[in-house]
C-alpha cells in the first residue's frame, strides 16, 4: 500500500507516469475553479517537508522492488503544488540518483517560480510543466484564485527567468473556460508570451467531467481554430489517443483504478486516455461496479455516467 506514489497513469504529454504525491493532501497556493481535487484545503505559499523526502524515497524503492512496469517518466504532481514541499531539491536529487535512466517531470502552477531556490531546485528536473491560464490580472484572479501574495508579474518574470537557465524541456499548459479566461485580450497575451518564452510545447487543456465548473466540450473547436494561428495545440483527449498501446487485463484494471482514483471519468475518456478497447473498459467497470469497488457520478442534467474509484 502506497500513501504517495499512484499510477502509473499513461499521460498524454508524459506516456506512462509513476506519479509522486509530495504533499499528502490538498496543499496549493492556488484554488482553482477546475481542480479536480476539489477545494484547496490549505492555500499557501509557505514551503515545508510536508511529505518528507525519506518517506517518498523509501516508497519509491519498494515501489522499483515489487513492480517491472516500464515507465515513460518519474512525475512529481498530484493534489496540491509540488514546489511547497521544502525537500522538493532533495527529492529530485535522490530520485534522479536511485532511477537516472528515467525521466523526471514536475507538473506545477508557476507561482514559486518567482522563488530563486524553487527555480535552482527545479533546474535538476528533466521535464517541467508549468500552467499559466490567463495573463489578465481579473481572469488570473477569477479562474485560479491565487493566496493573495501570489503576484502574476513575478509569475510571468519567474517562468521567463528559469527558461534562460533549464536545459531540460518545458510543456505549458493552458485550461481555458469560457466566458472566464477565453477573452482576446488574454489570447493575445499569451500568444505574445509564448514568442518570449519559446516553450517546447504548448497544451490546451479542455475538460468536460464532474469538478469542472462548466462543460468545455462544445467551446473547444472554436478556441482550438483562433488558437493555431499561432500555437501547436492539443487537446488532452486528441494527444492521449497517440498513447494508445495494448494493455493485458490486470494492465487494464491496475490503469483503470488509477486513472479514476484522481478524476471521476467516462468509459469513453477512458479509452480514449489508456488506449484500450471501449467494451473491455465498459466491461471491466461493471465487474468493478458489482463488486463495490468503483461509484457512478452524473453532472447535473445529463445522463452521462462517470466512474470514480471508492476508498
Ligand atoms: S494549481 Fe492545481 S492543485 Fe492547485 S488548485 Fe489549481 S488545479 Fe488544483
Not at 158 to 179: C, D, Q, Y
Not at 244 to 249: A, E, Y
Request: aromatic share 6%; proline share 5%; net charge neutral.
Amino acid at each position: 500500500m502506497f500513501n504517495y506514489i499512484f499510477g502509473p497513469v499513461l499521460s498524454a504529454r508524459l506516456g506512462s507516469s509513476l506519479g509522486v504525491d509530495l504533499l499528502g493532501g490538498n496543499i496549493c497556493s492556488f484554488d482553482c475553479l477546475y481542480c479536480e481535487s476539489g477545494k484547496t484545503q490549505t492555500k499557501t505559499v509557505r514551503r515545508s517537508p510536508y511529505v518528507s523526502g525519506n518517506k517518498i524515497l523509501a516508497e519509491l524503492k519498494e515501489w522499483f522492488n515489487e513492480s517491472r512496469q516500464k515507465l515513460d517518466h518519474i512525475t512529481l504532481g498530484g493534489p496540491g503544488e509540488p514546489c511547497l514541499n521544502s525537500d522538493l531539491g532533495e527529492i529530485i536529487g535522490s530520485i534522479k540518483e536511485l532511477r537516472p535512466d528515467i525521466p523526471l517531470a514536475v507538473l506545477t502552477n508557476s507561482s514559486l517560480l518567482g522563488n530563486n531556490r524553487v527555480c535552482k531546485e527545479l533546474l535538476m528536473a528533466d521535464v517541467v510543466l508549468p500552467s499559466l491560464d490567463s495573463l489578465v490580472e481579473k481572469e488570473f484572479v477569477r479562474i485560479n484564485r491565487p493566496h493573495p501574495q501570489i503576484r502574476l508579474e513575478d509569475i510571468v518574470q519567474g517562468l521567463l527567468n528559469f527558461k534562460s537557465r533549464f536545459a531540460g524541456k518545458i510543456f505549458l499548459e493552458v485550461l481555458l473556460i469560457p466566458g472566464i479566461n477565453d477573452s482576446k485580450r488574454n489570447f493575445e497575451l499569451l500568444r505574445d508570451f509564448q514568442c518570449l518564452l519559446r516553450p517546447d510545447r504548448v497544451d490546451v487543456t479542455t475538460m468536460s467531467r464532474p469538478g469542472a465548473h462548466m462543460d468545455m466540450t462544445d467551446a473547444a473547436g472554436h478556441i482550438h481554430d483562433e488558437w493555431s494561428l499561432d500555437f501547436k495545440t492539443m487537446t488532452e483527449e486528441q494527444s492521449m489517443v497517440e498513447h494508445k498501446s495494448k494493455l493485458s487485463g490486470l494492465q487494464l484494471r491496475e490503469s483503470i483504478e488509477a486513472s479514476i482514483r484522481r478524476r471521476p471519468q467516462t468509459p469513453q475518456q477512458l479509452a480514449a486516455a489508456l488506449g484500450g478497447n471501449l467494451k473491455d473498459i465498459s466491461r471491466m467497470l461493471s465487474q468493478m461496479e458489482k463488486a463495490g469497488e468503483v461509484a457512478i457520478t452524473k453532472e447535473k442534467g445529463s445522463r452521462e455516467k462517470f466512474y470514480i474509484k471508492r476508498g
